[in-house]
């Protein structure tokens, strides 16, 4: 049984273009979650994607954005790249039964240059 | 809003030594607490978790009673070993709340 698997593993963009990171969660699982994780810090949470919607949104601006889709997977979409976007952005799946237990994906590392 | 303060690292030990990393948590209502672990090279694991005051979390020889009363989850093991070389997060999720809130990590190297 497949974990969660993120793609691409490691990125690298420059400034003011668009990222698109992917997500696919554990079997069983029908919600999604995504973190930032910058250097030396702890996740932070960008937001959580439930039957194709948003349910729930951190801290972030507009610029960042996402997806899921029939299947369950998720896109993360970030515009107008900064160079403090730069961090590993994790992804995260659960499943409503099981509330709080939530597993990681080894997460997308982005380089904003 | 929620947030979790945890002890600073990095913290060294050798084989066989305690551990106790430090967390202590704001929030409102009842939150559920959890401590993480990152292995070099992996992604966030759940360690243990506890949903209520007085419950004890353990796995894998790690422990943390959820303290209501002074608002703490702090994480021990009686004996380390090299293998539990890793960063610790301890992190909450509130009783409305899907997302989880985590601290900084605490980076424990442990030395044969």
């Known amino acids: 049984d497949a974990g969660v698997t993120q793609s691409p593993t490691h990125l690298i963009k420059t400034r003011g273009q668009q990222v698109t990171l992917r997500c696919s969660p554990k079997s069983g699982h029908d919600t999604v979650s995504w973190y930032q994780q910058a250097l030396g810090q702890g996740p932070q949470f960008i937001f959580q994607?439930?039957?194709?919607?948003?349910?729930q949104r951190g801290n972030f601006p507009d610029r960042f954005s996402g997806h899921q889709f029939p299947n369950y997977s998720s896109e993360l979409n970030v515009n107008a790249l900064l160079l403090g976007d730069s961090a590993l952005y994790l992804c995260a799946s659960s499943s409503l039964q099981l509330t709080g237990k939530a597993f990681f994906g080894q997460g997308t590392r982005l380089t904003v240059v | 809003g929620n947030s979790v303060t945890q002890m600073e690292g990095p913290v060294t030990l050798s084989e066989e030594a305690f551990l106790t990393i430090n967390c202590t948590y704001t929030a409102t209502g009842y939150p559920s607490l959890f401590w993480y672990v990152q292995y070099p090279g992996e992604g966030l694991q759940l360690l243990l978790k506890?949903?209520?005051?007085?419950d004890k979390g353990s796995n894998k020889g790690f422990e943390a009673t959820y303290r209501k009363e002074t608002t703490s989850f702090h994480l021990e093991k009686g004996s380390v070993q090299v293998s539990d070389s890793a960063v610790y997060f301890c992190a909450l999720s509130g009783s409305n709340d899907y997302k989880l809130s985590f601290g900084a990590g605490t980076t424990v190297t442990v030395r044969a």
């Open positions: 506890a949903t209520k005051a007085d």
């Open positions: 994607y439930y039957e194709e919607e948003e349910r």
